[in-house]
């Protein structure tokens, strides 16, 4: 009996500390919470009127963003002229989503809706040369792009490659230790989404597909639609351009490079075109100026 209420009592004492642990755990977060929104408080009250500040994690190593959508939204404010300033964070929008902007104190997530908040804000069309037709045929490759080739990136970028390519890819902003960490999750994130149900070999067949796709509705034409560029284009290459310079080894960069050479044409176009300060934008500028040759 003795020895049973030893044991209870040891037990409980444990029980006490790890809640102890726990809910000064819970405090520590909340407060870190709560003065990282009140710093951002305080900041965005110097905020340029007029003026989108695109709230983006840092720049990579031969890329801007070794994330395709603050590079699909920096490209739409670049081909719109609309005015904005870079705030290199870890923060997260209130939706829990990176990139994001604010516009005259008003908060605004998810690279899409940020692009038709500014649309209907600012009376912004990069479409209106476009058909009805075209239209649609835009929306459904940005769809192909976003929700499809993307998740075939994040699956051989994550769960295949395992992350190892990611710290010398965003120059160190993500450490070894955190890339293991976020490959982690990212598994079961593709098995709810569906391609991750897949195994490799079919996803890289949906991949090719995609790709085939694009290249071929692409064939020639300076931009997807011709020699006017579209918002379609911002998402294009938003996603082309981690092929072609932040996954190195894969068949995304093979393909990118190589086997389809009008996508790659493509996005060095839209680059030179849109990002004629290519090599201010990334941590190690590329040889011979930023309009340098291209990759063999």
């Given at each position: 009996m003795d020895l049973a209420v030893k044991l209870y009592e040891d037990n409980s004492c444990?029980?006490?500390?790890?809640?102890?642990v726990l809910v000064g755990a819970a405090l520590v977060v909340v407060a870190v919470k709560r003065y990282r929104k009140y710093k951002y408080d305080q900041k965005r009250q110097n905020y340029p009127r007029d003026t989108v500040v695109l709230h983006q994690i840092g720049r990579g190593k031969a890329?801007?963003?070794?994330?395709?959508?603050?590079?699909?939204?920096?490209?739409f404010l670049r081909m719109a002229k609309i005015p904005f300033i870079n705030e290199h964070t870890h923060q997260p929008s209130s939706k829990g989503k990176t990139p994001w902007i604010t516009y005259n104190g008003e908060d605004v997530d998810d690279s899409q809706m940020c692009i038709d908040f500014l649309n209907k804000k600012l009376g912004v069309d990069m479409n209106k040369h476009l058909s009805l037709e075209q239209k649609?045929?835009?929306?459904a490759f940005r769809i192909l792009v976003e929700d499809h080739l993307y998740w075939t990136g994040v699956l051989q970028r994550w769960v295949y490659d395992k992350g190892a390519h990611v710290p010398e890819a965003s120059g160190g902003r993500v450490t070894p230790f955190q890339a293991r960490m976020i490959s982690r999750k990212i598994g079961p994130q593709a098995y709810m989404q569906g391609l991750g149900r897949h195994t490799q070999e079919e996803v890289m067949c949906i991949l090719r597909k995609d790709v085939e796709a694009l290249s071929c509705f692409l064939g020639q034409k300076k931009?997807?639609?011709g020699d006017d560029p579209c918002e379609y284009d911002c998402s294009i290459f938003g996603l082309l351009a981690q092929a072609l310079w932040s996954m190195p080894g894969s068949p995304h960069e093979v393909m990118a490079k190589k086997e389809f050479p009008n996508l790659k044409d493509y996005i060095?176009?839209?680059?030179?075109?849109?990002?004629?300060?290519?090599?201010?934008?990334?941590?190690?500028?590329?040889?011979g100026g930023t309009r340098g040759k291209k990759e063999k």
């Open positions: 444990k029980l006490k500390y790890v809640s102890g890329i801007p963003s070794v994330s395709p959508f603050p590079i699909k939204l920096e490209t649609s045929i835009g929306h931009f997807l639609f060095y176009r839209v680059r030179e075109t849109f990002w004629p300060d290519w090599n201010e934008c990334i941590l190690e500028p590329e040889q």
